[in-house]
Every structure is written in structure tokens, then in C-alpha cells.
């Protein structure tokens, strides 16, 4: 059982705006996906270029100083910290790497790596997910 007073975290405050910088970044990557559909792929890629530069604000300046300072004890608590880091930065990395490779180049280029995208987005969610869990675990009454 995790004990709230022996977790060195973020302030509550820099927690709170960090969650809706995240959710943010949830329109951002849904608006993005509208434009998918619409066939703007250019305005797709662009939404998805800023949404991966703002999820890296928020991993340097708030999910990485946060993730170093827990003190982890094996326990349901730790596993879902430990497994939304991973997650969160393999995610950031494909992320990363299907910005960088697409270049600002034609959107043929990307259909390639459609599987690649799903499989980030899929890890984001999951990421997400589990950084709620953590920040509902961490911030209010409930404990997992």
C-alpha cells in the first residue's frame, strides 16, 4: 500500500497543471486526428509535430524531475509509475522519430508508417491512463 507521506512528488500545483497541459495535448492529438479525416494531412502533421514538442516540455520540466524524486517500493503503486515511465517515453521516442523522419515532407511519405503511428498513439493513451491513475493516487483520497 502506497503511504502518501513517504512519496517525494511535484508540487500539487505544478501536478495539476501538468494534467491539463496533458489533456491539452489530448485535444491537440484528437483536432489533429479531425484533420486526418478531413485529408489535410500537412495541418495533421503539423498538430502532431506540436502535440510531441509539448508532450516533451511537460516530460522534461515536470514527468522526469517527478519520476526521479519518488521513492519506489515495490508495490501495485510503483509497477504503474515505473510502466507509465517506460511507456511515456517509448511513446515520446516514436514519437520523435516519426516527426523528425517526416521532415515537412509530402504526407505519401508518412503513409508508410501508419502501423508506427498507431502503435505511438496507443502508447500515449496508455501513458495517459496511467498518469491519471497516478495523479488521482497521488493528489485525492483514493489509493491503488
Known amino acids: 500500500m502506497l503511504v502518501k507521506s513517504e512519496v517525494r512528488c511535484v508540487d500539487p500545483l505544478l501536478a495539476q497543471i501538468n494534467l491539463a497541459f496533458q489533456i491539452a495535448i489530448l485535444v491537440v492529438l484528437s483536432a489533429s486526428l479531425l484533420l486526418k479525416r478531413k485529408r489535410m494531412l500537412f495541418l495533421h502533421g503539423v498538430g502532431m509535430l ?3 514538442i509539448l508532450n516533451a516540455v511537460s516530460l522534461i520540466l515536470v514527468m522526469i524531475p517527478s519520476s526521479l524524486a519518488l521513492n519506489y517500493t515495490l ?7 515505473i510502466l507509465h515511465s517506460s511507456i511515456g517515453t517509448i511513446a515520446e521516442a516514436l514519437a520523435v522519430w516519426l516527426v523528425a523522419s517526416w521532415r515537412l515532407q509530402s504526407p505519401k511519405y508518412c503513409a508508410r ?3 508506427a503511428m498507431r502503435v505511438t498513439l496507443a502508447l500515449w493513451l496508455g501513458a495517459l491512463f496511467m498518469g491519471i491513475l497516478i495523479y488521482v493516487t497521488l493528489y485525492t483520497n483514493f489509493i491503488l
Open 50 to 52: 506540436m502535440a510531441m
Open 75 to 81: 508495490n501495485t503503486f510503483s509497477s504503474i509509475a
Open 113 to 115: 508508417r501508419r502501423k
